[in-house]
């Protein structure tokens, strides 16, 4: 298995400042964070989501996006994937991640899928998101990247199962998934191996935080109040040993990326614990 960092982790840094401290922690490759930083948010403190100096404009010139890949390459570093915020049904948008993805070298992709709010049936968004992957599939194919639906929270792939009812109509060759257990804290827990196993060729890349439950007052009935936050991959609800473990019976070989929001860590700090840590436990 090989290791990335997902670059909304590392907001303080610049694209060429987070290279150097990747080589440096030993990672073997880069997903880029793509979307633009809002223009209210450039006088702003570094944040994961909205001043994140380490994100790629959608708005980049093909030379500036070369220039980036070269950033990436001359430090002994794989572009391991591009991660848009993509809408389902954006076809238009998805066109431009995957011609971006092509520029940088990228292997993956995250492509969208539906969010879940009680407000539209199911079904439905089921069908829209099964239509858009089957599109999105097309793209895959032109560019020979592979799209990634991601085990999220509030949308309708929190779990491994549901995600593999998405993509299992697809050629896993270019559609796959993008398993998180660390949020499937917040929903979709399944046990690790089994959801791997049910994956089967279309688990092509995990991300790596953690989160925890805790108790915040009550409700107003009188019964305890939970909620999900994140945490230091030390201090959460995934045991690391026991997903590592599991991805070695089903023989995974590709990225653990990580996306810690804890803020345990200075970003390069954080890089280097994560590889410490994932390498204990390998």
């Not at 080589?23 to 633009?36: C, H, K, P, T």
């Not at 979709?188 to 439950?213: R, S």
């Amino acid at each position: 298995m090989k290791l990335s960092v997902f670059t909304v982790a590392t907001p303080d840094l610049t694209p060429e400042q987070l290279a150097d401290a990747a080589r440096e922690a030993g990672l073997d490759g880069v997903e880029w964070r793509y979307r633009e930083v809002p223009p209210d948010a450039a006088d702003e403190q570094p944040s994961y989501w909205r001043n994140n100096r380490c994100s790629i404009d959608p708005q980049l010139t093909s030379e500036e996006l070369l220039k980036l890949r070269e950033v990436t390459a001359s430090r002994g570093l794989k572009v391991a994937g591009l991660m848009p915020y993509l809408q389902v049904g954006d076809l238009e948008a998805a066109e431009q991640a995957f011609h971006a993805a092509s520029q940088l070298g990228a292997d993956m992709i995250r492509v969208g899928v539906a969010g879940y709010d009680g407000k539209m049936p199911y079904p439905r968004l089921y069908e829209e998101t099964v239509r858009y992957l089957k599109e999105a599939e097309v793209l895959a194919k032109r560019y020979g990247i592979k799209g990634l639906v991601e085990t999220h929270h509030r949308t309708i792939a929190p779990s491994a199962s549901l995600a593999y009812r998405l993509v299992s109509g697809c050629n896993p060759d270019y559609i796959g998934v993008l398993y998180d257990p660390g949020n499937m804290v917040y929903e979709g827990y399944e046990p690790f191996q089994l959801g791997m196993e049910l994956l089967g060729p279309y688990l092509a890349h995990v991300h790596i935080k953690n989160a925890a439950w805790k108790q915040e007052g009550r409700r107003v009935d009188g019964t305890a109040r939970w909620l999900a936050g994140w945490s230091p991959l030390e201090e959460g609800m995934i045991d690391y040993a026991e997903v590592l473990q599991a991805l070695k019976a089903v023989h995974y070989e590709g990225y653990l990326g990580i996306e810690d929001f804890s803020g345990q860590y200075e970003s390069r700090q954080l890089l280097k614990a994560f590889a410490d840590f994932v390498r204990e436990r390998m």
